[in-house]
């Protein structure tokens, strides 16, 4: 008897492993690691309440037929048991909910030191921008074992970052920030869904990451092409290296530019008029100054107080008169439009970011 | 009253609310329930029709992974119109509005519904909303997926300002039903039908008509607040106004996730009516699921935003929501578990509603607990938007409620039409449909954790074999479908007599000639009983069971 349950337990296991290969994509970071326990531990789970729901119909509708059981049984329940599984199920999705609640904690609190990139989502493809000033068009350039924060923006309407491998998504959203974060422990190729459907070519949004070893990395980073081809293909779908379907889609344009992110965005500063009202010097002009303001706690007219992050800038240069900060009202003087692109905007807020 | 009696009364009689008066005029101008309910059916089945067409097409297109069968926004229109017509023309109405008119009102022992004229006008304002909403098939279609989406839904050049009326004013028919029905509950059941003795159906209508009457507003001023978004712009989605496109989400889902429920309720009260008459026994815990029916509608009111959970809302929200979310397992799994100890020590009959029945176990348990999977919030950020919720739906809306409709259907035809078909070819098309429904819809879970998302036009190679044997799934559904409206339409145009009760029920619509007289009862009935007291001699009653 002991044997038998031996020999099941090995045979679950080895049914377990197989069934990961062909089900889930690979697990190319430790929170997706830690995903695949939950998920398979729900499986396990639901498989268990299956199996005895389904033998209990069939051993019913077999055992109790009208041909053999010609007398029903006159009941109309039993408390004990409908106490019992109410119960239990109960304290069961307790725990599911607690577990699900860690591994989601993991899942969206990036560690303090994540490398940033700027991501934009528009119809129908992703750019994204580097802190150095490097951008790239539909593959997305990080390096190996080192935590990535996504800031994303959209340009038009809702889109969705998803990175199977990774078990990451988030939509992202016009008129705000939204974030996402991965450490990939997999070098090489890893395929990039839009998950939010977004119109005509929604199924074309496709993209890569594009996990690179430190010396490559490094390469990259200064300015040079890395050759793609060359480096192992997504070990989910193997074999698989093309970064969008259908025609007439751009292909990858990676480049890298003199300029900073922040640096772009000091340029757009004194281009656009910005500084006539906002002072970089800690000065009060017709508007507050930038001088540390980001990460800071600003007071409004309506006597509220709220944070300034990312979402905070990224609103008061679209709707300036949405938070008018305190002293210099009643209404805001600051005109709407004067940066209306999301690229221009994540220059402006990386370079109030760095006005310490 | 006894079976034979009762056969007795339709001979003797002869006139039943088919042949009461002649006349294509006044079927559309009738004030009786069944009447209204037949015409309810029959409209829908046309648009259930429509929607499998849009299904098809689907699946065809999806059968190879950069197929041109259609272009990408003809696509896009698929889904739209697919999802669109499915839910608000198709499942929302489809038991309460169709089999729930008919029945109900005889359940109670009553002569009609409370409000006969609202039943009639219920029944011209859906059909006005559903042309509203089917003539942008003529114009420029919709393309904005059935959810609405904005920023989306706004920029759309599309017709989807027409379809958002459309919905709109169905939103209407399904509050006048609700109240319509409420109000026959608890004003018009017959002598000695107390609430305990209300069969299961009934209470899950009831519970369906609170959440329709409650949560369908808040759709209509959704859709009113989104056509004035796209007409005059009045800022409150769109971004480039200060809107907050996640807001409609919310909005949305207020209402959307509690109509979750107005599908999925009424075919759970058709399963506890049809379990205990082809059990031969009691509703094991019938105070337990009238009360898990009532806990579900509760707690379907405060778990929308269990559809948010990577839309961009806070992470203390996500907890919430996640939370609540599980507890909706809680009465659902009580359900299951009840349904199971009633056909314990039962003496259990194959006729095709039972049949349907098994089936609707067998799924409505997959996508009840592939629910918790989604519930579970960081499970769910890997498997929302994938093909995954796509198999979990269907195999909660189909799974269970169109099954149990194809089981009510099946259950209730001898005493709408007083014939019967031939059970044989109603098991074979059971099968094909139950078969061809899990090769359709499994291969979608695993598509869904393998990543592939939904709402898209190609894919990549890789799911191909996957999506090939979904689509071939698809054929076998049409196949059991078409096979069922064969054998029902044959029935109907030659048919055997059914006889008044021919499973042997207790329920009181049984107690009455099929197909029933105008004002349903030859005598006012009396009740003495529970619905499901199947002791002594009640056993052997039916003539088919």
Known sequence: MRRLLLGMIITMFGIELNARAATLPVAATDVAASWDSLYWFLIWLSLVFFVGIVVAMIVFAVKYRKDVNKKPKYIHGHTGLEVVWTVIPTILVLIIFAWGWAVYRDMIHPPADAMEVHVIGKQWSWQFSYSNGNTSVRDLYVPLNKPVKLIMSSEDVIHSMFIPNFRVKQDVVPGMYSHVWFESKVPGIHQIFCTEYCGTDHSAMLGRVIVLTAEQWKEWWSGKKIDVDSLPSDPSFPGYRANFLGEGLPADAAQAQ??????????????????????????????????????????????????????YIHESIVMPAAKVVDGFGPVSAMPMGLVTSEDEINQLVEFIKSLK | MSNTAAAGHTLAHGDNYINHTPGIKSWLGTLDHKRIGMMYLYTILC?????????????????????????????????????????????????????????????????????????????????????????????????????????????????????????????????????????????????????????????????????????????AITLFLLILERTIGIGIFDPKLGGDPVLFQHFFWFYSHPAVYIMVLPGMGVISEIIPVFSRKPMFGYKAIAGATFGIALVSFVVWGHHLFVSGQSEFANFVFSLITMFVAVPTGVKVFSWLGTMYKGSIRFNVPMLYVFSFLFVFTI???????????????????????????????????????????????????????????????????????????????????????????????????????????????????????????????????????????????????????????????????GPYEYRGEKIKLGMYA
């Open chain 1, 258 to 311: 003199g300029l900073s992110l922040a640096e772009k965005g000091k340029k757009l500063y004194e281009t656009r008029t910005c500084s006539a009202c906002h002072s970089t010097d800690g000065s009060a002009k017709v508007g507050p100054t930038f001088k540390g303001l980001y990460g800071s706690d600003v007071k409004l007219i309506d006597g509220t107080t709220v944070k300034a992050d990312d979402n």
């Open chain 2, 47 to 219: 648009f259930f029709l429509l929607g499998g067409i849009f299904a098809l097409m689907i699946r065809w297109q999806l059968f190879s992974p950069d197929s041109h069968f259609v272009d990408h926004d003809k696509y896009n229109r698929l889904f739209t119109y697919h999802g669109a017509i499915m839910v608000f023309m198709v499942i929302i109405p489809l038991i309460p509005a169709a089999i729930g008119n008919f029945v109900l009102p005889m359940m109670l022992g009553a002569k009609d519904v409370a409000f006969p004229r609202w039943n009639l006008a219920s029944y011209y304002v859906y059909l006005t909303g559903a042309l509203f909403a089917a003539s942008t098939l003529f114009l420029k279609g919709v393309d904005t997926g059935w959810t609405f989406y904005t920023p989306l839904s706004i920029r759309t050049q599309s017709s989807a300002t027409w379809v958002l009326i459309g919905a709109f004013i169905m939103g209407f028919s399904s509050i006048l039903t609700g109240l319509n029905f409420i109000v026959t509950i608890h004003k018009l059941r017959a002598p000695g039908l107390t609430w305990d003795r209300l069969p299961l159906f009934v209470w899950a209508l009831y519970a369906t008509s609170i959440i329709q009457v409650l949560a369908t507003p808040v759709l």
């Open chain 2, 367 to 529: 996508g009840g607990l592939t629910g918790v999977f989604l519930a579970t919030v960081s499970v769910d950020v890997h498997l929302t938007d994938t093909y995954f919720v796509i198999a979990h739906f269907h195999y909660v809306m189909v799974g269970g409620t169109i099954f149990a409709f194809l089981g009510g259907l099946n259950y209730w035809f001898p005493k709408f039409s007083g014939k019967m078909y031939n059970e044989t070819a109603g098991k074979i098309a059971c099968l094909l449909v139950s078969l061809g429904f899990n090769v359709t819809f499994f291969p979608q879970f695993i598509l869904g954790t393998l990543g592939m998302p939904r709402r898209y036009a190609n894919y990549l190679p890789q799911f191909t074999t996957l999506n090939m044997v979904s689509t071939v799934g698809s054929w076998m559904i049409a196949a059991g479908l078409l096979l069922t409206a064969f054998y029902l339409w044959r029935a109907l145009k030659n048919g055997k007599p059914a006889g008044d009760n021919p499973w042997g029920a207790l329920t009181l619509e049984w107690q009455t000639p099929s197909p029933p007289p105008m004002e349903n009862f030859l005598y006012d009935p009396v009740v003495t009983d």
